[in-house]
């Protein structure tokens, strides 16, 4: 019997790739690590296939899933899938899967290290010292704040909120957190409504989903609130921070810095943030660990291969 055709859009790794190849017939597997298809492009490798693998970046909309008439299931390689219409999805009757639990903990590692960064200004005393700058030692020299004693304001007590929770109190941090729902866990965290978490953290870190309820989440009315010594840690999604308003807060110095891994529109960003000192940017990487994103793949990959065998999802969305 003929295998059930998968597009993948984007290279992942052999160990997948073999897995996958057992139960399906990869009509179309991009080459490239990080250039998307087009959405005319998509549509196109989707005419024939029934699965389809694909990553954070790719947008996949009613337009899209409307096209793609023999799609039976979407694996995306990623815990957010707010770039699927998963509505549309469900109308037509197709599988979703996402990829949570296992970038828990990792992503949870790097909402510290953008924490650590601002507050310790890594990245600007970096390039101090890489544009050969640095002509001795100095008692003020980039002094930061400390972590060890602040507090901390996590928005969105869901799995990574809770992991981030476990390593603020190991820095000897106060924890405050704020969750729309019922949080998952708390781990010794206090909740707080959002506007005196806002008030009362030196570090803001946002770990909530995107949606359209959470579609700028954070803009000056509420920079306005936090303090002009405090950090904003956005690790959730571009659009969760009206990054307009925060780089004019950060210009008009009304928080001490940021650190930023998602942007409105990524990977374009404000040409603005480039322009200052203050703002850790790095590229969408809060889960990337090899060894995290190679379990992100594999259980995208298991549970298009339990779809096959018409077994349970692992990790279903719908
Ligand atoms: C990454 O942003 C993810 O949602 O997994």
């Not at 989707?46 to 990553?55: E, I, K, P, S, V």
């Not at 197709?94 to 650590?116: C, G, Q, W, Y």
């Not at 810095?257 to 969408?284: I, K, Y």
């Amino acid at each position: 019997m003929a295998k059930p055709s998968l597009v993948i859009t984007r290279r992942i790794y052999p160990e997948a790739i073999e897995a996958l190849s057992a139960h399906f017939d990869i009509a179309f597997e991009n080459q490239s690590s990080d250039t998307p298809l087009t959405k005319p492009e998509l549509i196109e490798k989707l005419a024939q296939a029934q699965y389809l693998f694909c990553t954070v970046a790719d947008k996949v909309d009613a337009e899209v899933i409307s096209a793609a008439t023999q799609l039976k299931m979407i694996a995306t390689g990623a815990v957010g899938y707010n770039n699927i219409d998963a509505a549309a999805c469900k109308a037509r009757g197709i599988r979703l899967s996402n990829t949570p639990d296992v970038l828990t903990e990792t992503t949870a590692d790097f909402a510290f290290a953008l924490l650590m960064a601002t507050a310790r200004r890594v990245s600007e005393s970096e390039r101090y010292v890489r544009s050969g700058q640095w002509k001795g030692w100095a008692f003020d020299q980039f002094t930061g704040v400390d972590v060890h004693g602040a507090t901390l304001g996590i928005m969105g007590m869901g799995r990574i909120g809770g992991a981030i929770a476990k390593r603020g109190a190991g820095f000897g941090m106060q924890v405050l957190y704020h969750n729309r729902g019922q949080a998952k866990q708390e781990n010794g965290a206090r909740l707080v409504d959002r506007e005196t978490l806002l008030k009362s953290s030196d570090f803001v870190v946002l770990v909530v989903p995107y949606s359209p309820e959470t579609h700028h989440f954070i803009q000056a009315k509420d920079i306005d609130l936090m303090k002009p010594t405090a950090c904003l840690i956005n690790i959730a999604r571009g659009g969760v921070v009206k990054d307009e308003d925060l780089l004019a807060a950060l210009r008009a110095g009304k928080i001490r810095a940021a650190g930023l891994d998602v942007f409105e529109g990524e990977p374009a960003l404000l040409p603005g943030f480039l322009e200052l000192e203050n703002v850790v940017l790095t590229p969408h990487i809060a889960s990337s660990s090899r060894a995290t994103r190679g379990r992100m793949v594999s259980l995208a990959a298991e549970n298009l291969i339990a779809h096959v065998q018409g077994l349970p999802l692992k990790t279903p969305v719908i």
